[in-house]
């Protein structure tokens, strides 16, 4: 039940509007925001009277360790994409545009398709199955690790022993990469930062090699990990074997993790050039992890390996010395056992539900609540295997584009894409004329970046390759998946799929009509080496988002992250690239320094700021690690202010919202870009201070210190932005 009574439809007598579509926003905004948020100083206190009640009507769900305003809209999302694997095929009222659109040829593959996508969820939903199965097919894949990569089990070591293991690692690092497993690297396929059409070899440090978050989780890691071990391994370890193996292959994982991340990015400010070398220079520089056969057997034939780029060229000498000088039972275990741990969470057996839970444990969240099933069955058809989609640039790998396009039949319509379209544009407007009003900036610069604005793409809500409302298209694309009884075969297949075709781009032009990302994320992306901003489907839902909201509403909430991603083309990274997306460095020295000055004010008001975690340790930001983020924050809630004013302007004042006439429509317009970042931390939460965003008590407080508008709008003492770029 609302705290707004739903009496009436349409705009009142008195002005307001009183349609479904306002009535539950307005509960939504009044409902999140402190019951006392009349006494509460907008001025020093706007997080606490935006979101002072947001905690009590969100409850942290099963599985995780808090909740925030989009991660509680994409669980709304997750609900109607349940009711789609749960309900029959479309049809009748139930049928959609995009169904009500199909000839009798077209829906029939329709039916198949979604015949294929309930099948999979399913199959993943028989909990009795997966207890049958058990580690049965685990050990059948562990069986094809040990023949990859053969070894004793109880060989004689000696400490200088060397070992040449360049063709058992070549073998190996095949067989996981084309699942996109990682092991000892990752390889992956993207964008040559020098020439972003063209598709090049990357290859990058592992992001995670699995080992416990600190020493004190370490006995149970060995514990439970060497159990599972013996389980599965072909050699019928005792158990002193399999932890002593296990003790190897964790003092291993340590030897070769890096001291910290040191994957290219292709926002730094040296030359891209710099971080490439040929696959034969690699193959030198590091002969036992054998790369060359690895590109050998996964790219296309004629595919160019005259530039990979490479992380840190020391780590990949030190990792092929480190293998030289391991042990061939260690690192058949160290495969055996990554195959064990990437595909844990979908096997149901005592032993990897034991070990699961120790993951959950790990990661803060309650073991006795797992996220439930239907929810990680879902986000298997979605994002795919966790492994990939823990790696964004691999992109989705289940059945994403056949459960997108049964989700937007009803959710996502041509009409609400073309109502994003028009606020995307009025936001571009909006930050050219503040483009023309940086008195830091020269003309010539000005001009660059208001050239790149123009040439922005714009990708909205759904990908054209595949063409969801073409069925034929969406079973082309997943012609290689043919769905088993197998709950991790099906895990298994999709990961292989979505994998060959990323390696398959590498002899083919950058596809600019891909989508990189499941669009049922709430969420919006804004992509340099393509000069794109992409605004998912999930993230134009409401609470986020409707046509139907007035404009103070739509362009607080909505219009902020839109601006948002159309600033980062402009941030600390994202301004060296030019409306190409080529990594030009178009700034001049004059406009370089102007920049520069005013992104340190941000790095210094950020640092300064303190925010408190619910068991009360206080610690200050990183302002220098959230500066691109803080500075999309700020330039986006300016550009989408001043673009709802030139809208309000051409349009008309839009009618109020009931239960919120003590606030004007300016101030609305703040309050909801807050409660964009309302959270609920539990009592035992803390805040990511290694993120690359800001926690949410800044993202809401500071970039609205930075508003001379806000400031006007709630009369506050202070009048000028404390910071201010674009």
């Known amino acids: 039940m609302g705290i707004i009574p739903n009496t009436s439809h349409g705009v009142g007598a008195n002005g307001l509007c009183t349609t479904p579509v306002c009535i539950n926003i307005a509960d939504e905004i009044l409902g999140s925001m402190a019951q006392n948020h009349g006494e509460i100083d907008p001025c020093t206190d706007f997080d606490e009277l935006v979101c002072g009640n947001w905690p009590a009507r969100n409850p942290i769900p099963a599985g995780v360790t808090s909740v925030n305003t989009l991660s509680a809209a994409e669980s709304h999302v997750f609900d109607l994409v349940r009711s789609i694997l749960e309900e029959p095929y479309p049809s009748d009222k139930q049928a959609g545009w995009i169904t009500v659109g199909l000839t009798k040829e077209q829906t029939s593959i329709d039916q198949e398709n979604f015949a294929m996508l309930q099948g999979a969820y399913q199959v993943c939903m028989n909990s009795t199955a997966h207890e049958e199965e058990g580690l049965s097919q685990l050990r059948v894949f562990a069986q094809t690790v040990v023949e990859s990569f053969p070894a004793g089990v109880r060989s004689t070591y000696y400490p200088n022993m060397t070992y040449d293991h360049s063709a058992s690692m070549g073998r190996t690092v095949v067989l996981f990469e084309s699942l996109g497993i990682e092991t000892t690297q990752r390889l992956l396929q993207g964008q040559y930062s020098a020439d972003p059409s063209k598709v090049v070899l990357q290859l990058q440090n592992p992001m995670s090699l699995g080992n416990p ?309 709430t969420n919006a992306f804004h992509s340099p080496q393509e000069n794109a901003m992409i605004i998912l489907a999930g993230i134009q839902q409401s609470p986020l988002y409707d046509p139907g909201y007035p404009a103070y509403i739509t362009y607080g909430g909505m219009g902020s992250i839109v601006g948002h991603e159309v600033t980062h083309g402009f941030d600390n990274s994202g301004h060296n690239f030019d409306k190409t997306g080529n990594f030009s460095g178009w700034f001049d020295e004059q406009s370089t320094e102007g920049f520069q000055k005013a992104a340190e004010c941000f790095i210094k008001q950020y640092s300064n700021f303190t925010v408190t975690d619910p068991d009360g340790e206080e610690n200050n930001i990183d302002g220098e690690i959230t500066l691109n983020e803080n500075v999309a924050d700020a330039g986006g809630v300016l550009a989408s202010y001043s673009a709802w004013k030139r809208y309000q302007k051409e349009n008309g004042k839009a009618p109020g919202l009931p239960g919120l006439a003590k606030y004007t429509h300016d101030q609305l317009f703040f309050i909801k870009y807050g409660q964009n970042w309302c959270e609920n931390l539990g009592a035992e939460g803390k805040n990511d201070l290694t993120d690359e965003h800001a926690p949410n008590k800044a993202r809401i407080v500071l970039p609205l210190k930075n508003s001379a508008d806000f400031q006007k709008a709630f009369n506050c003492p202070q009048k000028k932005p404390t910071c201010e770029l674009w």
């Open 213 to 521: 978050a600190d020493s004190d989780y370490e006995p149970e890691y060995l514990r439970l990990a060497s159990g599972l071990l013996s389980a599965i391994h072909p050699a019928n370890l005792t158990k002193s074997e399999s932890y002593s193996l296990m003790e190897s292959v964790l003092a291993f994982q340590v030897a070769i993790t890096p001291e910290e991340s040191s994957a290219p990015d292709v926002n730094a400010t040296s030359k891209p050039d710099e971080a490439f070398m040929s696959l034969s220079q690699i193959q030198k520089l590091a002969p036992q992890l054998n790369y060359k056969y690895v590109v050998d057997q996964l790219a296309p034939e004629g595919t160019d390996t005259s530039k990979i780029e490479i992380s840190d060229k020391a780590y990949w000498k030190s990792l092929s010395r480190t293998v030289s000088k391991t042990p061939p039972e260690v690192l058949q275990a160290f495969f055996v056992w990554k195959f064990v741990d990437a595909l844990s969470t979908y096997i149901d057996s005592p032993q990897t539900d034991a070990y699961n839970k120790f993951q959950f444990k790990q990661r803060g969240a309650d073991p006795g609540s797992p996220v439930p099933r239907w929810q990680r069955c879902a986000r298997l058809l979605d994002t795919g295997v966790a492994w990939t989609a823990e790696v964004e640039s691999i992109g989705p790998s289940g059945l994403t584009w056949i459960l997108t396009r049964f989700f937007a039949d009803k959710n996502f319509t041509p009409e609400a894409k073309n109502f994003t379209f028009q606020i995307i544009k009025n936001l571009e407007a909006a930050f050219i004329s503040r483009i023309q009003s940086r008195d830091w900036a020269t003309a010539k610069v000005k001009q660059a970046a208001i050239e790149k604005v123009h040439a922005m793409a714009i990708k909205i809500g759904l990908p054209s390759n595949p063409l969801l409302t073409d069925p034929q298209s969406l079973k082309d694309y997943y012609s290689d998946i043919t769905v088993t009884n197998s709950h991790m075969l099906n895990a298994l297949l999709f990961a292989k799929s979505r994998v060959a075709k990323n390696w398959a781009a590498l002899n083919k032009p950058f596809d600019k009509d891909h989508f990189q990302f499941s669009t049922l994320q």
